[in-house]
């Protein structure tokens, strides 16, 4: 109400409804205005606009009477007096009525000869009635729900800020109906509030009026013009941050900045075109020979190919195309490095791969290739390929084995791409060299050199690829034999309706004819009957000839997965085993010693011993044991203990106590400790004590069923030090004075009785709910006389709750 308050809503505009079944401060709590929390003229004010739903209180002189009997007998019975006068009890009245409901159900049925334990029954005599009760008349309708009355209160006297009823509504009847008394509305109305706001809830009463249609095509018009505005906002920003990208020129690299040096160079000769670089890159000529730069960078190798071109000017596309090479990542392509553009030191740098090309490994005769690493590498050659049709850079253009270079995981990368304006690109009157590197392209672009490269002319590359990969030899090797490179490209080029397209002669050592269908597939002539990557590498994938699918080092993984597979399985069944012996050792730990105590000594902690303030020891022994002993075999008396401490053992689980041993027939409990629980030691050893001293009264004894044991009990209270003695089965002893005492106790009782000290009747005597009977005077050895007394059991008048 404050907040209704704060936001203005007490105007008279708002009522606000409450339900208090009946006022009744300690059920319900204090919701008056009055709380004397600096705000309580605002509350009084806010409490203006409030009306209260309660249940309806009888006035009739049997109620009144009724509600002073129960005041008597609270103060009488429980000395207690009601806070305020307006506390009634209508709990009290309720459960009276309802007494008087089954009493007349039931008298109803036993008139008519019926069960009264018949529960269904009984219920339908309570229902579709009316009667008499303390309250006035109690109906019962159909359902068997009570058809209750409610009064309806309001702050009649805004001065004292006090409420009366003003309206009463009948349950039985469904009347409503007003008092003598006139409501008070909020902020001086005359009325209630409206049901519906004048307007409606969603304004749907009102009609728009002909500003709307403007104010609606205006608002429209603005809302466009700001979101075109964004849009010129956001394109114009992207650009600025293109271009300040570009200008930065990440890429970069200062030729002074670069190490080179020997790391084993792969020789070509360039008069044959028998071998390529490891990096198939343009690098230094030599008395006719190639040879691959490797410098380090800021730490790290890197390929360094020169770019013969003259001075180059860094025009916009150029940058574009240098941004892109920067921002291509994937684990089956080369990174870009950088490139340096200082005349006369031009190069592009990319990152280093020590094994070499694709090509070197394929012709390294002293290199065993078994299909499995075949099928990784060119597995790893369709992957880092669909990743360029995928990406910004778009096509290869180039590729070629020698174009594929292996790191030292053995796996493939593809690399010599991208940057076309500062390439070179072989043509037809090249060198011999370069027209070596013309058979991996495909037909259409032989034809058509100036046509730009397509994403078609990769697959077929790549099914020349495949084709080395087969035969571990160069491109059209067997054609090679009788016909030069010249004539191989001239059959390529040319194009005939009538005679089958040249390619190169399919190797009788690929035993697979899915692997010689999907390289038959790359090199169809027209280029839209070949597949595409995406569709190459799920064919490749769902074909018998592939591998798991990852690169040779992942395939090797998985044949030694596969070899782990059963130690695993064997390992988890030991572990399972190893995890259930370790659970079944901490539980018979957690039975010998404290779960605290036995936690630190798994740690590795040592155990110290403690001193504790207040405890209670209980000690028993069997009266007669001695005797029984002696007439009865060894077995039997292992199994009487057995019985009896397996009966205990399930009693004392239900108290907060702690079994320290048993001797014999001696049974030895504490509670207190290991945990400390103020003074409800001495509660849980007395109820203990009395669970165990019925349990004997009903306990059997196997080989001699007509004898009862007879249990002598002793408790006393008061400090003691624990701790854990010994290593080999070490065990959780209690140390002091308080131990003899109860020992003494014990040894000084009487049978089937629990004698109890001074020091632990004073806290018993704390909780009220025991019974006790003075013994007397005793002689205890060691300590004299001493009063004790004998705990006799619980007051049955009263409930307890532990």
């Not at 002539?525 to 992942?554: Q, V, W, Y």
Request: hydrophobic share 35%.
């Amino acid at each position: 109400m404050l907040l209704a308050y704060d936001m203005g809503l007490i105007n008279g505009d708002y009522a606000f409804i409450s339900i208090e079944p009946f006022s009744n401060t300690l059920v319900f709590g204090d919701d008056s205005w009055k709380q004397n929390d600096g705000r309580d003229e605002d509350a009084k004010k806010a409490y203006e606009a409030l009306l209260t739903i309660r249940l309806y209180e009888p006035t009739t002189p049997e109620y009144r009477e009724f509600q002073k009997e129960l005041e008597r007998r609270e103060l009488r019975d429980y000395n207690w007096t009601r806070p305020t006068p307006d506390h009634n009890n209508y709990f009290a009245s309720a459960f009276h009525d309802a007494v008087i409901l089954y009493s007349l159900a039931v008298n109803e049925t036993l008139a008519e000869g019926g069960d009264i334990k018949d529960g269904y029954a009984i219920t339908r005599k309570m229902w579709n009635r009316t009667f008499d009760g303390i309250s006035g008349k109690v109906t019962i309708n159909s359902n068997g729900d009570r058809d209750a009355d409610y009064s309806l209160w309001d702050m009649t006297d805004t001065e004292n800020g006090t409420f009366q009823v003003i309206a009463n509504y009948y349950g039985a009847t469904g009347v409503f109906e007003t008092t003598d008394v006139e409501p008070k509305w909020p902020g001086g109305a005359t009325g209630p509030p409206k049901d519906t706001p004048p307007c409606g809830y969603d304004n749907e009463l009102c009609q728009p009026g002909m500003c709307l249609p403007v104010l609606g095509i205006i608002g429209i018009t603005a809302a466009v013009v700001i979101v075109a505005a964004l849009c010129v906002l956001v394109i114009v920003y992207k650009k600025l941050r293109l271009d300040a990208e570009l200008m930065r020129m990440s890429w970069r690299v200062k030729w002074e900045d670069l190490i080179f040096e020997d790391v084993g160079k792969s020789v070509v000769t360039a008069t044959s075109g028998s071998r390529l670089t490891a990096s198939g890159l343009t690098g230094r000529r030599d008395a006719g020979q190639l040879f691959a730069s490797v410098a380090r960078y800021k730490g790290r190798l890197v390929m360094v190919k020169r770019i013969v071109k003259g001075k180059i000017e860094l025009t916009r596309s150029v940058l574009m195309e240098l941004r892109n090479m920067r921002n291509v990542e994937h684990s089956n392509v080369v990174r870009f490095v950088g490139a340096c553009l200082d005349p006369p030191n031009q190069a592009i740098l990319t990152d280093y791969c020590p094994r070499g090309s694709l090509q070197d490994i394929l012709e390294n005769d002293h290199l065993k290739l078994d299909w499995m690493f075949r099928h990784s590498l060119l597995m790893d050659a369709i992957r880092g390929i669909k990743y360029l049709h995928d990406s910004v850079i778009g096509v290869h253009g180039r590729l070629t084995s020698s174009n594929c270079v292996v790191d030292g995981r053995f796996v493939l990368k593809v690399t010599d791409f991208g940057i076309p304006s500062l390439r070179d690109t072989p043509r037809m009157n090249d060198n011999n060299y370069s027209k070596h590197r013309l058979l991996w392209q495909a037909p259409e672009h032989l034809r058509y050199p100036n046509e730009p490269p397509s994403k078609e002319g990769d697959v077929y590359s790549l099914g020349i690829i495949m084709l080395e990969l087969a035969t571990r030899s160069g491109p059209f090797e067997e054609e090679r034999k009788y016909m030069d490179t010249e004539d191989i490209l001239k059959r390529l080029r040319a194009q005939s309706s009538q005679q089958q397209p040249f390619r190169p002669i399919l190797p009788e050592t690929v035993r697979s004819p899915e692997y010689k269908s999907l390289m038959a597939k790359c090199w169809e002539e027209s280029p839209a009957d070949r597949p595409t990557i995406h569709s190459l590498m799920t064919a490749f994938k769902k074909s018998k000839c592939a591998s798991s699918g990852g690169n040779f080092l992942d395939n090797l993984l998985d044949r030694m997965e596969q070899y782990a597979t059963n130690l695993e399985a064997l390992v988890e069944e030991r572990t399972a085993a190893f995890l259930e012996e370790k659970k079944r050792s901490e539980t018979l730990l957690y039975e010998v010693l404290p779960r605290s105590v036995a936690e630190q000594l798994k740690q590795g902690l040592s155990v110290d011993p403690e001193s504790y303030e207040s405890t209670t020891i209980f000690f028993s022994d069997i009266v007669g044991f001695t005797s029984l002993s002696a007439q009865s075999t060894p077995m039997e008396v292992v199994a009487l203990l057995n019985d009896l401490y397996t009966c205990f053992d399930g009693i004392i689980s239900n108290f907060d106590v702690y079994k320290v041993e048993t001797i014999g027939d001696a049974y030895m409990v504490v509670s207190g400790l290991p945990i400390r629980n103020g003074t409800a030691h001495a509660r849980e050893i007395a109820e203990m004590a009395l669970a165990l001293l019925a349990a004997v009264k009903s306990f059997k004894i196997r080989h001699r069923p007509d004898e009862k044991l007879k249990l002598r009990a002793g408790i006393h209270s008061g400090p003691c030090v624990a701790g854990v003695i010994g290593l080999k089965m070490p065990r959780y002893c209690l140390f002091g004075d308080t131990v003899n005492t109860a020992s003494r106790m014990e040894s000084t009782g009487e049978a089937l009785k629990i004698h109890v000290s001074v020091a632990c009747k004073s806290i018993l005597d704390n909780f009220g709910r025991f019974e006790l009977s003075l013994r007397g005077q005793i002689e205890m050895k060691g300590k004299g006389m001493q009063t004790t007394y004998w705990l006799l059991g619980q007051k049955a008048e009263k409930c307890w709750y532990r």
